[in-house]
């Protein structure tokens, strides 16, 4: 136990949590108070610090992560439509307006999705909250959005394409939910200098 | 204060709740239990909604960002730079291979930033969480990534510099904060569309 907590990061304490918690399977019992824990047990405890650490997400979130990665039923598009239809919860209805403009950008950019979309709903709300605080985000700015997003986008999934189908689904997993703070925070790195830049 | 919770379609009580934490201003008193609101009250509330439903920060966080917001002796720059840098909390040290990877991606793009800058080191720390899954991001992503954050985070600040000053601050907060869902929304629909496509 305490090497695992070593091996991961973590201090023990929050390994016996996980592990109570379900979020680590047991280990094989090799005494009444000693376990033996694999490789499999480390990277399991390194994801799970990833996802709360990195991606900010809670411990429920990061169950329902889990579930999906473990379900070794699923194509990996279905493994990662589950963990992306998970992570985003139920939310106020959006306006028509707001979803029509959504529908009309995916329209233009010929996406095919799952629907109904709970993407496409929470972008509808976020132009919602945008247009509440006088900013709304017209089709031009979602386009060029749209643009960068696709550009990464593309770039994941040919990287995933070459990994097998079941490393694929924790491979979703880790690059749709670990390299989106490393967007942002390029994004806010590329900011900072275009604001200095501005003066 | 009923109409005030209408207007920014958040329960009376959630209203109460921010006046006495303190995020939203108190209103003009106009007799022993009513108060005068204005539209710069709906507005705040807005904000503060979509900072804690649509951005996803918590309360200290959104706290963090109003008193940056509300700071009138800075620059659209410096207030970008404190609400940018209140967001990034402190970390575990990254790797010294991490940062020196961080430092060259910034040398490579030719990118000023405030040192010591809290976005490399957050990115140092999520590179080092994707090196412990074995999923390392090498040059070639962080290149990718940041064509396409460079790209709108080039565009935010070109919309911002055509807004006064005071007004700044606010769209700083707005641009950076509640586009970043829409960023990481259009970078998942991107994504099942890619896949799919994949199969």
Redesign the interface.
Known sequence: MSELAAAS?LPVATVKYYLREGLLPAGEATGATRARYGEEHV?RL??V??LT??A?LRLEAVRAVLAAVDDEDRS??DA??SV?HRL?GP??EPSPGAVAQVAAL?ER??????EP?P??L??A???D??S????P?DDA??D??????????????????REDRVAGA??AV???L??????????????????????
Chains 1, 2 share one sequence.
Do not use: K
């Open positions: 990061g990277r390194r994801l610090r990833a650490e990195v900010g990996f598009h990662m439509g992306h985003t939310g106020a995916v950019r010929g996406w095919h999705l799952y979309n993407h496409a929470a972008l709300r976020a132009l909250a945008l509440g605080l006088d900013r985000a700015l979602l060029d959005y749209a643009d960068a997003a696709q550009a990464v986008a593309e770039r994941d999934i040919a990287a995933v394409g924790e491979h880790v690059g749709t670990l390299l989106e703070p490393v967007l942002l925070l390029l994004r806010r790195m590329a900011q900072e200098d275009a604001s200095a830049r501005l003066g």
